[in-house]
């Protein structure tokens, strides 16, 4: 089955500053790779995804990119703000069902 | 309505009751799935359901009993259950599992506690 690794598990940045988020997986057949955000208590949401046809796909500060040759993919998240404080998951479809990534606690310090 | 809806938000219940989870999509999605969640870990997959027929389980102990009475609706009946049950348990919905591209859509949960 599918395997996904996130690195790092936390991160802490000052408002303002760059947060990037990496992922790997396992699966070449493996087309959607979606990111959620997850703040306590609440449900994941979806903030971005990113088809395997697709090389980087941007969402006003945040973006993904996929590098399918390597089976890496990347979350970037620009002018960091402290309500992008969360812990997010990546995640690969692989058989249709989603894999999801270890997440990464990210800190955006004021 | 674009939105997974759960019931109830919290359950405390004792290792002998019998309570169960429900979930409520109406976005004519035909997939749907039951995630538990553990403090800081992902979700993980437990059953899915694609045109109200299980489709997986992923080796789930028999006190967990899903049930999908029709499109919309995603039952988890819950009996015997023991303490490292608690969780978070979270439905999701898709449009269609067969799809290459399968965007989920995820509840905001059941916080469960077993005493």
């Known amino acids: 089955g599918e395997n996904v690794e996130q690195h790092p598990s936390t991160l802490s940045v000052q408002e303002g500053d760059s947060a990037v988020i990496k992922c790997t997986y396992s699966?070449?057949?493996?087309?959607?790779f979606p990111w959620y955000k997850q703040e306590l208590g609440k449900r994941p949401q979806l903030i971005i995804d990113?088809?395997?046809?697709?090389g980087e796909k941007k969402d006003q500060r945040i973006a993904v990119t996929l590098n399918k040759t390597a089976k890496h993919f990347s979350l970037h998240i620009t002018e960091t703000q402290p309500e992008d404080s969360a812990v997010y998951f990546c995640a690969a479809t692989g058989a249709n069902n989603l894999f999801f990534g270890t997440g990464t606690r990210l800190t955006v310090i004021p | 309505d674009t939105e997974v809806t759960q019931t109830p938000k919290h359950l405390v219940m004792g290792m002998t009751n019998k309570k169960s989870l429900k979930c409520e999509q109406h976005?004519?999605?035909?997939?749907m799935y039951w995630y538990k969640q553990k403090a800081k870990k992902p979700p993980e997959l437990m059953f899915v359901y694609s045109y109200e027929k299980l489709s997986i389980n992923e080796s789930v102990p028999s006190r967990f009993s899903p049930e999908c009475p029709n499109s919309s609706l995603l039952n988890l009946h819950l009996h015997a259950l023991q303490p490292e049950d608690s969780a978070l348990y979270l439905c999701?919905?898709?449009?269609?599992?067969?799809?290459?591209?399968?965007?989920?859509?995820f509840g905001p949960g059941t916080r469960l506690t077993v005493l």
């Open positions: 999701a919905s898709s449009q269609d599992r067969r799809r290459s591209y399968n965007e989920q859509f």
């Open positions: 990113i088809r395997s046809n697709v």
């Open positions: 699966d070449s057949a493996s087309n959607y």
């Open positions: 976005m004519g999605h035909r997939a």
